[in-house]
C-alpha cells in the first residue's frame, strides 16, 4: 500500500488541487490516492463544484527571440567535477561581449541533470561522459548566432583552479551551432466568463449542391 500523497499535475495551473474548466472547478484538495495492483492506482475523494457562469478557456504563448542551439562533450574528470565553473566562465565571456541584456543562455547538462533539472535526485553523481546543449536567444537571427557560438565556444577557453594548461577539457559535436525554431514563451492561461459558450466562436452553414 502506498501512502496517501496528492500528485496532481502541476503544469498550467497555479494551483494543484483545483482545476477549472468550462463548466466549473474540479476540486482535488481531499483526494486519496491507493495502490490497487502492481501498476494502477486508486484515486478517491475528488468532488465537481459547478460553475455559476459559464467560463471559456484562453491559452497563448509569445515570441521571445530567434534561438540557435550548439553542442559539447565532456569526458575529462576534472572537468566534469567543475561543470558550472565551465557553464559559468561561458556565461561571463559571453556577457562580455554583448551586453547583460537581451539575449538569454540556457544550458542543458545530460549525463548529470538534464532532463529533469534541480528535480534530478541524482545530479551530484554524474556519468563519465556528458552532453552539454547550448541555446542561445535572441531578438536577431543574426545575434543568436553569435551569442550561442560564443557561449558554447567558450565551455572549451574556461579556466578551472589547478589547471595550469590552456588545452581545454571539452570537444564539439559540430564546428557550428544550429538554427532551430524561434523560442517561444507561456503568456495567457485564463478562463473567461461569458453569457452564451458560442458567441465567441461564430459559425457559417453553407448548402452546396
Given at each position: 500500500?502506498?501512502?496517501?500523497?496528492?500528485f496532481e499535475r502541476m503544469d498550467e495551473r497555479s494551483n494543484p488541487f483545483h482545476?477549472?474548466?468550462?463548466?466549473?472547478?474540479?476540486?482535488?484538495?481531499?483526494?486519496?490516492?491507493?495502490?490497487?495492483?502492481?501498476?494502477?492506482?486508486?484515486?478517491?475523494?475528488?468532488?465537481?463544484?459547478?460553475?455559476?457562469?459559464f467560463r471559456v478557456k484562453l491559452e497563448g504563448s509569445g515570441k521571445v527571440g530567434?534561438?540557435?542551439?550548439?553542442?559539447?562533450?565532456?569526458?575529462?574528470?576534472?572537468?566534469?567535477?567543475?561543470?558550472?565553473?565551465?557553464?559559468?566562465?561561458?556565461?561571463?565571456?559571453?556577457?562580455?561581449?554583448?551586453?547583460?541584456?537581451?539575449?538569454?543562455?540556457?544550458?542543458?547538462?545530460?549525463?548529470?541533470?538534464?532532463?529533469?533539472?534541480?528535480?534530478?535526485?541524482?545530479?551530484?553523481?554524474?556519468?563519465?561522459?556528458?552532453?552539454?546543449?547550448?541555446?542561445?536567444?535572441?531578438?536577431?537571427?543574426?545575434?543568436?548566432?553569435?551569442?550561442?557560438?560564443?557561449?558554447?565556444?567558450?565551455?572549451?577557453?574556461?579556466?578551472?583552479?589547478?589547471?595550469?594548461?590552456?588545452?581545454?577539457?571539452?570537444?564539439?559535436?559540430?564546428?557550428?551551432?544550429?538554427?532551430?525554431?524561434?523560442?517561444?514563451?507561456?503568456?495567457?492561461?485564463?478562463?473567461?466568463?461569458?453569457?452564451?459558450?458560442?458567441?465567441?466562436?461564430?459559425?457559417?452553414?453553407?448548402?452546396?449542391?
Amino acid at each position: 500500500m502506498i501512502e496517501s500523497r496528492k500528485f496532481e499535475r502541476m503544469d498550467e495551473r497555479s494551483n494543484p488541487f483545483h482545476e477549472f474548466v468550462a463548466g466549473g472547478m474540479l476540486d482535488m484538495t481531499h483526494c486519496h490516492y491507493e495502490q490497487a495492483t502492481e501498476k494502477t492506482t486508486r484515486v478517491t475523494g475528488m468532488s465537481f463544484v459547478p460553475a455559476e457562469q459559464f467560463r471559456v478557456k484562453l491559452e497563448g504563448s509569445g515570441k521571445v527571440g530567434e534561438r540557435f542551439v550548439g553542442m559539447a562533450g565532456i569526458r575529462d574528470p576534472y572537468t566534469i567535477a567543475h561543470v558550472d565553473e565551465v557553464i559559468a566562465w561561458a556565461r561571463r565571456q559571453t556577457e562580455e561581449r554583448f551586453g547583460p541584456d537581451g539575449w538569454e543562455l540556457h544550458y542543458s547538462v545530460f549525463g548529470r541533470n538534464g532532463v529533469m533539472g534541480d528535480m534530478e535526485p541524482l545530479k551530484d553523481q554524474p556519468g563519465h561522459e556528458l552532453c552539454v546543449v547550448v541555446q542561445g536567444v535572441a531578438p536577431t537571427r543574426e545575434m543568436a548566432e553569435e551569442v550561442t557560438m560564443t557561449g558554447t565556444r567558450q565551455l572549451f577557453y574556461a579556466r578551472l583552479p589547478d589547471v595550469k594548461g590552456t588545452a581545454g577539457g571539452v570537444s564539439f559535436v559540430l564546428d557550428e551551432v544550429m538554427q532551430a525554431s524561434p523560442a517561444y514563451r507561456w503568456t495567457l492561461n485564463h478562463t473567461m466568463a461569458v453569457d452564451d459558450p458560442l458567441e465567441l466562436f461564430p459559425t457559417h452553414t453553407t448548402m452546396i449542391g
